[in-house]
């Protein structure tokens, strides 16, 4: 008897190899964009850091007025009347 291999069998073997090849190949792509999503999240959790930060940054300036101010001159000026009234 000769061994030779039909092309049945020999398309079965190929399709047998190839299924668990192409299985890898999308568990890889799905581990991707998990990854892409990820650091997209992470970027948009930053920018939102510092956009707080900033905007709390500009809630303390108006909150308090600096040295040198006008406001902070009349502020001191009514701290200095008030101390001489007690």
Do not use: C, H, W, Y
């Amino acid at each position: 008897m000769q061994s030779t291999i039909t092309r049945r069998m020999f398309v079965t073997a190929l399709a047998t190899a190839a299924v668990p090849v192409i299985a890898r190949a999308a568990g890889q792509d799905d581990k991707d964009k998990k990854k892409e999503d990820a650091k997209k999240k992470t970027e948009e959790k930053k920018d939102d850091a510092k956009d707080k930060a900033k905007d709390a940054g500009d809630k303390a300036d108006e909150a308090v007025d600096r040295p040198g101010t006008e406001n902070a001159e009349d502020r001191r000026q009514d701290r200095r009347r008030d101390d001489g009234k007690n």
